[in-house]
């Protein structure tokens, strides 16, 4: 079996998922029933100054049939004393002190505010620190999370101040609310940080209910925007984690976070530059159980591809990502279609007709319907064989161009020396 023990700047756990602070980490009953269930480490449910939460509070978006393709929450931070929550972070590290407690903190951007909360959370034997600079809502409005998360000034001022008083690792959790996460990301490096993690939430609104007209979910008839997170954020949070990864000014380690539901969306994670990964809308749809399915697809996957530990599938895909100007104009792709397998539903056929480039033709061999590309015409675009229902009736192949690769920029250089 392939090692699945991680580091993430000096944060040790027996694997690489964790619990994101949210709901299942709320408290120590629930942490323990998750380190038995087999997670590696936990970042607690933030902690702060005690708020007051709403009913209700939680909205789904399901598609197609599938439920919680997306989740949405207005829930703040903790609501339990934290007087209380630091005795259960105490206990719990002390029944599995070979697991990673990570305390998620919030606070007013104050230096004595972070100063006091660091001393007093570090006192009870965390593995780590992780500051909240990315809720949406609710915390927000009060000047904290995502209000500070997206001002880089405010994200290196604080993390410097915890890093002061800081005796564990620090993490900075960024906010995908912001144009660029690779600026915030930097600041946070600047202020000292030992890793980031992201993404945490996106600003939403789950959606509107047509017979009642309240917004969804509602308080007593008024809505507000919340945080989404769940499948449909994956590929938002994977983009994110790809840019700070390949970036060279953002040099800590990276614990990626947004849609992770099973072991191939983490391995994509950590190979795209994630060191480890947290799982919070899988676990609370399917319930702590789901993590034995991750370690044994993850160890799977390892052994077959040779590789002994998971740490050496860190960033292999990181130096595959690019801009634009750096793909190669002249790669050439095409589908092949299989009509032994073809089922004739002409999906491919009209998505092409009619939304791409008119390249596939139906015709009749035999009294059989059949479909063939004109490759000549072809772009290669990918779109008959992502709405093509049956696997192995199309098939995208390269193939061999007669022109060197060229990308744009190397084109734009030759321009620009044959204009001169």
Excluded at 300 to 306: A, E, P, S
């Amino acid at each position: 079996m392939a090692d699945l023990r991680i580091d993430l700047a000096g944060i040790k756990s027996p694997n690489p998922f964790w619990l994101a602070s949210a709901p299942p980490t709320n408290s120590g009953y629930q942490v323990q029933r998750a380190f038995e269930a087999g997670w590696g480490g936990a970042v607690w449910k933030t902690l702060g100054e005690p708020i007051l939460n709403v009913s209700s509070r939680f909205a789904a978006v399901s598609y197609n049939g599938q439920r919680v393709a997306g989740f949405n929450n207005i829930e703040l931070i903790t609501d339990r004393p934290l007087e209380v929550n630091l005795k259960e972070i105490y206990e719990t590290k002390k029944r599995f002190p070979d697991h990673a407690i990570i305390a998620s903190l919030m606070v007013e951007p104050k230096q004595e505010k972070w100063h006091e909360i660091v001393k007093r959370v570090e006192d009870v034997g965390v593995d780590g620190l992780e500051l909240n600079f990315g809720c949406p809502h609710g915390m927000a409005e009060r000047g904290m999370g995502s209000a500070s998360g997206q001002v880089p000034e405010l994200v290196e001022k604080q993390t410097y101040w915890v890093k002061e008083a800081a005796r564990t690792p620090v993490i900075v959790k960024l906010t995908p609310n912001i144009t660029d996460i690779t600026v915030t990301a930097e600041a946070a490096t600047r202020g000292g940080a030992d890793a980031i993690s992201m993404i945490n939430t996106i600003n939403s609104l789950a959606g509107v209910d047509l017979d009642t007209w309240n917004t969804v979910p509602h308080v007593a008839g008024k809505g507000a925007h919340g945080g989404y997170c769940g499948p449909a954020v994956k590929p938002i949070a994977l983009n994110m984690v790809a840019e700070c990864a390949r970036n060279p000014h953002i040099n800590v380690p990276i614990s990626g976070i947004g849609g992770i539901s099973n072991w191939q969306d983490a391995a994509e994670f950590i190979l795209m530059g994630a060191t480890g990964v947290q799982v919070c809308t899988a676990a609370m749809h399917h319930g702590f159980s789901i993590v034995e399915d991750m370690i044994d697809g993850l160890n799977n996957y390892l052994d077959d591809k040779g590789i002994a530990s998971v740490m050496d599938l860190v960033g292999r895909s990181v130096s595959r990502y690019s801009d634009w100007g750096n793909l190669d104009l002249n790669y050439k792709i095409v589908p092949e279609i299989n009509n032994d397998v073809c089922i004739n539903c002409n999906k491919c056929h009209i998505a092409c007709e009619d939304t791409s480039h008119q390249c596939i033709d139906l015709y009749t061999e035999n009294g059989v319907p059949m479909l063939k590309v004109r490759e000549e015409d072809c772009v290669g675009c990918n779109l008959c064989s992502i709405v093509c229902p049956v696997d192995g009736a199309i098939s995208m192949v390269e193939r061999k161009s007669a022109i060197a690769p060229m990308t744009w920029n190397e084109r734009q250089l030759i321009m620009s020396s044959l204009s001169k």
